[in-house]
């Protein structure tokens, strides 16, 4: 055990002393932000600065009008549609929208030309306003007002409060339990990606540069893999630690300053009391939602699997790392490693946040392979104890299996040099009992 602890020091230090280790722990609380206000900046730049589009429409039921927007104007003629190509083809207009003579029942026909491909935007806006249109004529030739139509439609905001089993109600929001799940399934599948290639390239240089043939000398295989897996780990908690210090204390100046610290109980209060004004209903809902986050859960929870996840497939990596002698080398052996990240990574938008209560984010929170991902979309949303302790659990006996594993292939495989192994030469490793 000593020893294990002698690697795991050495791992550590040697990453953690190093001035790029607190720089890019820094700089990767600032990055995202930085990236997503450049991109706002050049959004509005571009709508600011891009000139007016004139799109020519031709409208032969003489029934439909578009509103111009800051983008797009709309000029109507009674061209035919071959003079208003020309118009678009010598640049006079960027497209041009023809609507022939159409049964609003069932409308067909409705073409859009231009130089280019139209955007997105540009197609939902034509789509949105000629179904408007045609509805709102559909209205009028059976006799109804479309107006009152329009009067009757309403918007409803639904409030969602879970009960337990004590019959305590809890204010829960579905938009910001989706973006904690993304967020944490998302950033645990980039520490296991990072972490788990830098174990991966440290146990490559080292078998390259013969250094390992010293290193056990003195020690056993399976303790300087270990070793190196723990802490390599530590480097990652202390980095995670440090972002949650810095964005907790941010988060608590913010919201003392904001007077957001209020008891759940509090807010519930306030939401039920009618003396409260409309106009600080939408606030009231922050409050509710705040006081409704079980910060405590998520946070222990995020840890667990970020450790559990990173353990399990560290070994792996430890293991792929120790067979080959180069990096280019070991892409043969990365399928069986990726496709189960990948997996749960696509399983988490399409399944886990879409219903963290269905069959399959269950077998994918609970399957170890794909557990620290998937039970992280579900943790912001409630997971039944029992569930949670078998995902656990199962992650634990999931690494301890990994390690064995892993460990098998490390015994043998850091000490070939010059051989390029095969599934079957691991396989052979594996089953090898000296």
Do not use: C
Not at 145 to 164: A, E, F, G, H, M
Not at 223 to 237: N, R, S
């Amino acid at each position: 055990m000593d020893k294990i602890w002698l690697v795991i020091q050495r791992e550590y230090l040697s990453r953690v002393k190093k001035k790029s280790f607190l720089l890019a722990t820094l700089l990767t609380l600032l990055i995202f932000p930085a990236i997503m206000a450049v991109f706002v900046w050049i959004a509005v730049e571009e709508k600011e600065n891009q000139s007016l589009r004139i799109i020519e429409v031709v409208d032969e039921n003489k029934l439909f009008f578009m509103e111009s927007s800051q983008q797009y104007a709309f000029s109507f003629s009674d061209s035919s549609p071959e003079e208003a190509k020309l118009l678009v083809q010598n640049g006079d207009r960027y497209g041009f929208l023809y609507i022939p003579k159409i049964d609003l029942k069932n409308p067909q026909g409705i073409t859009f030309y231009g130089e280019e491909n139209p955007s997105m935007s540009l197609v939902s806006y034509l789509e949105s306003s000629l179904k408007k249109k045609i509805e709102d004529q559909r209205l009028y030739d059976s006799g109804i007002d479309p107006q009152i139509l329009s009067d009757i439609r309403t918007s409803v905001d639904l409030k969602s409060i879970t009960l337990n089993q004590k019959g305590e109600e809890k204010v829960s929001d579905a938009t910001v339990n989706y973006a904690i799940g993304f967020l944490a399934g998302i950033l645990i599948y980039m520490f296991i990606f990072i972490y788990g290639n830098q174990i991966m390239q440290g146990v490559i240089e080292e078998k390259s540069s013969r250094i390992v043939e010293i290193l056990v000398s003195s020690l056993k295989p399976f303790q300087l893999m270990m070793g190196k897996i723990v802490g390599i780990a530590g480097v990652g908690l202390t980095q995670l630690l440090i972002w949650i210090i810095l964005i907790g204390t941010l988060t608590t100046v913010v919201t003392g300053i904001l007077g957001l610290q209020m008891p759940q109980e509090q807010a519930m209060e306030l939401a039920q009391a009618d003396m409260i004004q409309t106009d600080n209903s939408e606030f009231t809902e922050i409050l509710q939602v705040i006081a409704g986050i079980d910060f405590i859960s998520i946070i222990s929870s995020f840890i667990f699997y970020f450790l559990g996840g990173y353990l399990l497939y560290g070994a792996l990596f430890a293991g792929i790392g120790s067979a080959v002698d180069a990096p280019s080398d070991a892409q043969q052996f990365m399928l069986p490693v990726t496709v189960p990240l990948i997996v749960a990574y696509m399983g988490l938008f399409v399944f886990v946040l879409q219903d963290p209560n269905s069959t399959t984010s269950f077998w994918l929170s609970i399957i170890p392979l794909t557990s620290p991902i998937a039970m992280m979309g579900r943790v912001s949303y409630g997971v039944p104890f029992w569930e949670l302790g078998l995902s656990m659990l199962l992650l634990i006996l999931g690494f301890l299996a990994t390690t064995w594993l892993a460990g098998k292939i490390y015994r043998i495989g850091i000490l070939m040099h010059g051989t390029k192994p095969s599934y079957k030469t691991l396989w052979k490793w594996i089953k090898s009992s000296n």
